[in-house]
């Protein structure tokens, strides 16, 4: 029995309808030649439809494939489950015998329908949404199941009409189940998308969604491929789907939808049909999580061999020591050489290793942390750690810690009687270790020439080569000391340990205090003013624990004993309290691109924002930046916020965004892998013209460079 | 940071290029950037300058008053109601018609006030008529009802559907999240908007070529 009910404005006599419809009979949605079980066509005024099944009888417990056939008049269409732009997904509501169930719907591949600008994803002519019903296990030989649904469904041409039916289908039990072929779920099998047999994957990039099949060399004469996601919003719908083949697969340009912008899925999936030329398509089901997808447009990153990337990372170690992370290290480490110069040249030498020791223990174990959350699935950059909120915390604490330390609040170990002994004092290799590892810490915001090509590699690489490339970053960064504490001529050179040891110790406090602060304030940025009670609080704490430590030395036992008992606690507390910390609900993502005397007019960085400035023609600059990255901040002072390059950008009319990752941001670390490098800065100058290809600029800029790369090209 | 007037005139620009570029296509604006601005002719014959409302909170609804799903809306009072609601807290209703002459919903001005008032819709501020879809092209309106919410700085805080059950049948609105109400409801609490883009269903839009 159908019954017909539709909300339209044009109301068509119902009752004559299903009249038709009955004497229609079996005319429509014909070729049920075999005797498949079938129900009584129902009919609205755009759309034919009835309920079928695969078989003409059914065992009890057992499963058979229904479906919903439907004739479209010509000229309109309903709609695939993500209906595009307008439109409704045709919806199923079972009606079903007790103890009977029904799968979810299967959606053949739809096709495009373009009215104006608006596309949707839907069908025409004839379509059977299929679902797997399964028979009441109770259900008796002889038994007559009723299966019903009121299927509903908008019907659109140039105007829309929702439409809904009442269906039925009647299948009988039996011993065993009847197969029986229909034509139209077998039509509707042949265009349901299959599982791709290949991998997929999708980044975004300045062009838009990259979705990258590996898919291997196509069929010669392949025609149009096109992309349909399972949600709404996630492309453009309309947006054309420029596509790129080769030897190694399939790649689609896909605008990003409102949804498709830098908090989109982890994982894109939907229907990717494929023509083969001749009219015919094979519909293949994508499951595309965010990965690495070297944009069509964007030049290879750089091909680097193991053999380079390690040298590159001994020299990036090199100079990272001139960078101003290391710096108040670095004076660390000459007093260490002072103190050590005078005890003999075997023993400066073994500081010397215990230095390196520190040093390479803390890039292994960077390594290893790099490599367990890859086997987990992230994704990261070189400085990565700075991300999280908790490591910037206890970064700061430590470096108050440090700082206190050397301002002589407390000492750790030996005793206070004399600095002079303790600065010469002949044991203490866990110090110089323990120098090597803030030397590691320290480093990691900074980012030296050579390094972010050495550790872009090592990222794509398997754990043994990542581990060496690592190491060898780290050996560059403890060469220089190492090779000084070898260097007898240079020991003996030596000034002699004196009180002016004690007063530089304690202005390097200054640097070890500053950079604390600066770690607050990155801090604030990540969690909001919220983090701040806690990392203050942590500090005051720390120097209460840390003068508790130091005053108790000299007090009679229980004294000292309840004291330390006190700090301890204290720290303890300062631990636990660290674990209720939160980000921001909302990041401040902006924070680090809100300079506010700015002199260049700046935007925030979205793939979708490029793309449109880049299709108006104008040449874009793109500054990848983070507040914990101390290269970036330098950049901008001496290179960026200069009147001479603001006044260049204005007269050659140059965009200039800025891409904060500060926090972690999914979108710009893609955009970081497709030019080979695993963090900031990355800074991209984009010519005017759609086609251009993007100029990478070094990671240690000067106003010179960046005047030369937005100059016009000579001539 | 605020977006100095330059970038957001070079917004509208890039937006309007790249509508260009992709023939057909619509670009839609983007939640959080300055709403486009248009200046229109209204309903009763004057001319409407939508920075002239800046200011006051601004809620857009497309409409074509043949399409079921605006019919829904209507004929259950939910669209009423929610004009009432918004024009209540101080917001100026514009109703705006995109659909090009000889194409369903296309009305002249006289026609455009009678069909509100049949309706008893008596708290819409100003109805827009854009025959041409200059208007509708530029905010990327695809269906009727298309719903957006421009805030009191001429921030674009809310694009998307009237509600978050899609579909033409009265029983649902009772279940349904009025997304434009909650919208307002969060500005007028100084609170983020809760869900800033939703997919809008209903009629598409009867543009002409």
């Known amino acids: ?715 | 940071m605020k977006p100095s007037p330059f970038v957001s005139r070079l917004t509208t620009a890039a937006i309007l290029a790249a509508g260009l570029l992709t023939g057909a296509a619509l670009a839609a604006p983007q939640v959080g950037q300055p709403a486009p601005t248009f200046s229109a002719t209204t309903a009763d014959g004057n001319t409407l300058d939508l920075q002239s409302l800046r200011g006051r909170t601004v809620v857009l609804e497309w409409t074509n008053h043949d399409c079921p799903f605006v019919r829904k809306h209507y004929r259950t009072g939910n669209m009423q109601a929610t004009q009432l609601a918004a024009t209540s807290q101080g917001a100026v209703w514009l109703q705006i018609i995109s659909s090009a002459p000889g194409t369903q919903g296309h009305v002249d001005g006289a026609t455009a006030l009678r069909l509100n008032s049949e309706r008893r819709a008596d708290r819409i501020s100003h109805v827009v008529l854009d025959p041409d879809g200059k208007v509708g092209r530029l905010y990327g309106a695809q269906v009727t009802p298309h719903m957006y919410v421009i805030d009191a700085a001429g921030t674009l805080v809310y694009m998307g559907g009237i509600d978050s059950i899609p579909s033409a049948n009265d029983g649902d609105l009772a279940n349904a999240t009025n997304y434009v109400r909650a919208t307002l409801t969060a500005l007028q609490a100084g609170q983020p908007v809760p869900n800033p883009v939703t997919r809008a269903y209903g009629c598409t839009v009867k543009y002409g070529s």
């Open chain 1, 1 to 715: 029995m159908a019954r017909s009910r539709t909300s339209s404005s044009v109301l068509f006599p119902l009752r004559h309808l299903a009249g038709l419809a009955l004497l229609a009979g079996g005319a429509l949605l014909g070729g049920n030649a075999h005797g498949a079980a079938e129900g009584t066509e129902g009919r609205t005024p755009h759309v034919s439809a009835r309920l079928v099944a695969a078989a003409d009888a059914v065992a009890p417990g057992e499963r058979v494939t229904v479906g919903l056939a439907k004739r479209i008049t010509p000229g309109w269409h309903t709609y695939w489950r993500n209906p595009g732009d307008s439109g409704l997904a045709t919806q199923v509501h079972w009606q079903l015998p007790a103890g009977a169930a029904a799968g979810p719907l299967q959606w053949p591949a739809p096709e495009r329908q373009a009215l104006g600008p608006v596309v949707n994803y839907g069908y025409a002519g004839e379509v059977t949404l299929l679902a797997e019903f399964t028979a009441p296990a109770d259900a008796r030989p002889g038994d007559v199941l009723d299966i019903a649904a009121r299927a509903e469904w908008l019907v659109c041409s140039e105007v829309c009409i929702p439409e809904q039916l009442d269906l039925n289908l009647s299948l009988p039990v039996a011993e065993t189940t009847r197969t029986t072929a229909h034509s139209a779920i077998t039509a509707a099998r042949a265009r349901l998308p299959q599982p791709a047999p290949w991998p997929a994957r999708y980044s975004r990039d300045a062009h838009g969604l990259q979705l990258a099949v590996d898919s291997g060399a196509l069929p010669a004469g392949r025609g149009e491929a096109w992309f349909f996601p399972y949600e709404w919003g996630v492309i453009d719908h309309a947006a054309a789907q420029p596509a790129q083949t080769g030897s190694d697969g399939l790649r689609l340009t896909l605008a990003p939808g409102p949804l498709g912008g830098d908090a989109g899925p982890a994982v894109l999936e939907g229907v990717l049909v494929i023509g083969d030329g001749s009219g015919a398509t094979r519909a293949y089901e994508l499951h595309a999580p965010l990965g690495t997808a070297a944009s069509a447009a964007t030049p290879a990153p750089p091909a680097v061999g193991l053999a380079t990337a390690l040298g590159f990372a001994l020299l990036g170690g090199l100079i990272l020591n001139l960078m101003p992370c290391v710096f108040p290290v670095l004076a660390m480490k000459v007093i260490a050489l002072v103190r050590h110069g005078h005890g003999g040249r075997d023993h400066a030498a073994r500081h010397g290793l215990a230095y390196l020791g520190g040093v390479l223990a803390s890039f292994a174990a960077l390594a290893a942390v790099v490599l367990a959350l890859q086997a987990g699935g992230a994704r990261l950059g070189w400085g990565f750690q700075f991300q999280s909120p908790l490591f910037v915390l206890f970064a700061a604490w430590l470096l108050f810690a440090v700082g206190l330390n050397l301002s002589g609040v407390f000492m750790v170990g030996g005793s206070l009687a004399g600095v002079g002994q303790s600065l010469t004092e002949r044991g203490g290799y866990a110090g110089s270790f323990f120098t090597g590892v803030l030397a590691a810490l320290v480093a990691t915001p900074c980012t030296a020439p050579f390094m972010g090509v050495a550790i872009g590699f090592a990222m794509t690489q398997p754990p043994a080569s990542l581990l060496s490339v690592f190491l060898a970053l780290g050996l560059g960064l403890a060469l220089p000391f190492v090779v000084l504490t070898l260097q007898p001529a240079l020991l003996g050179r030596l000034p002699k340990p004196g009180l002016w040891m004690l007063r530089l110790k304690q202005a390097l406090a200054f640097p070890m205090y500053a950079a604390a602060a600066w770690l607050v304030w990155v801090l604030a940025l990540q969690t909001g003013a919220d983090g701040l009670p806690l990392a203050l609080g942590g500090m005051v704490a720390i120097a209460l624990a840390a003068w508790l430590h130091e005053a108790a030395r000299h007090a009679a036992p229980r004294i000292r004993r309840t004291a330390r008992l006190g700090g301890t606690a204290l720290l303890a507390a300062t631990l636990v309290a660290a674990s209720s910390l939160q980000p921001a609900a909302v990041p401040q993502t902006h924070s680090a691109t809100a300079a506010p005397a700015s002199l260049l007019p700046l935007e925030t960085y979205s793939g979708t924002r490029l793309a449109a400035l880049r299709a108006e023609g104008r040449p874009v600059f793109v500054n990848f930046t983070a507040a914990w990255c101390i290269t970036c901040l330098v950049n901008e002072r001496v290179a960026l916020e200069r009147p001479e390059v603001a006044a260049a950008f204005a007269a050659r009319e140059v965009a200039y965004l800025k891409g904060d990752w500060t926090n972690q941001d999914a979108g710009i670390t893609a955009v970081l892998n497709a030019h080979g490098r695993s963090g900031v800065p990355l800074y991209l100058y984009y010519p005017a013209g759609a086609g251009a290809t993007p100029v990478v600029l070094p990671q240690l800029l000067t106003a010179d460079i960046v005047l030369q790369a937005i100059a016009p090209p000579p001539g």
